[in-house]
């Protein structure tokens, strides 16, 4: 059970906008800290999309963007491509765990 | 550019210890946190170990604390993991990733992973 609780899974058709969502609580996001997302591809390392809750590095397209409210934070990609199909996971910091670093369950993305 | 390169991983039996290396080039090693995380077979991401750019402090996730150490020897740019008492719940890719900060936070640059299986 991951302190950061993200769906499963989540679909869309190409061109669509989907969004995939962390919901956390007072101990991690709800206290501000940072919300970061990543890419992971089939096989391969994961990518870095969005840190800072809403921050892309360099190179990300500005289809992915990230939001932060209260215990939760959210990552939103438009115009959907295929290649998008990925899964997609949340981290943050949680102060009940001795400074530890978190990440959510994970989001299976699929394009239909 | 910046790469990072783990090794060290194998089979091992439960209760054994194993050491991770990562060896990292391309940027300033000691300007940078860095973190191992690892992934079970088919399963989620789990965060493990953060150690500050200088060494000075280390933090853990509870399913490892007492068990592995994490350190770093920037006059060689390598970054260690240390798995004493090994379970078979550690069995899992293993990844040295660097800290977009130099202290914790999100991950900049991940290697490719190394992979540790505990089994009897």
């Known amino acids: 059970q991951s302190v950061l609780t993200q769906p499963p899974s989540v679909s869309g058709a190409p061109g669509q906008r989907v969004t995939i969502s962390c919901t956390g609580s007072s101990s991690n996001i709800g206290a501000g800290y940072d919300v970061h997302w990543y890419q992971q591809l089939p096989g391969t390392a994961p990518k870095l999309l969005i840190y800072g809750n809403n921050n892309r590095p360099s190179g990300v397209p500005d289809r992915f963007s990230g939001s932060k409210s209260g215990t939760s934070a959210s990552l939103a990609i438009t115009g959907l491509q295929a290649e998008d199909e990925a899964d997609y996971y949340c981290?943050?910091?949680?102060?009940?765990?001795?400074?530890?670093?978190?990440f959510g369950g994970g989001t299976k993305l699929t394009v239909l | 550019q910046v790469q990072l390169v783990e090794s060290g991983g194998g089979v091992v039996q439960p209760g054994r210890s194993l050491r991770l290396s990562c060896a990292a080039s391309?940027?300033?090693?000691?300007?940078?946190?860095m973190h191992w995380v690892r992934q079970a077979p088919g399963k989620g991401l789990e965060w493990v170990a953060v150690?500050?750019?200088?060494?000075?402090?280390?933090y853990y996730a509870d399913s490892v604390k007492g068990r592995f150490t994490i350190s770093r020897d920037n006059a060689k740019n390598t970054l260690y993991l240390q798995m004493n008492s090994l379970r078979d719940e550690d069995t899992a890719l293993y990844y040295c990733?660097?800290?977009?900060?130099?202290?914790?936070?999100?991950?900049?640059?991940w290697g490719l992973g190394t992979l540790v299986t505990v089994s009897s």
């Open positions: 150690i500050w750019y200088d060494g000075s402090n280390k």
């Open positions: 990733a660097r800290s977009i900060t130099l202290v914790r936070g999100a991950v900049d640059f």
């Open positions: 391309g940027f300033t090693f000691n300007n940078y946190g």
């Open positions: 981290q943050s910091y949680d102060s009940s765990l001795g400074g530890s670093e978190v």
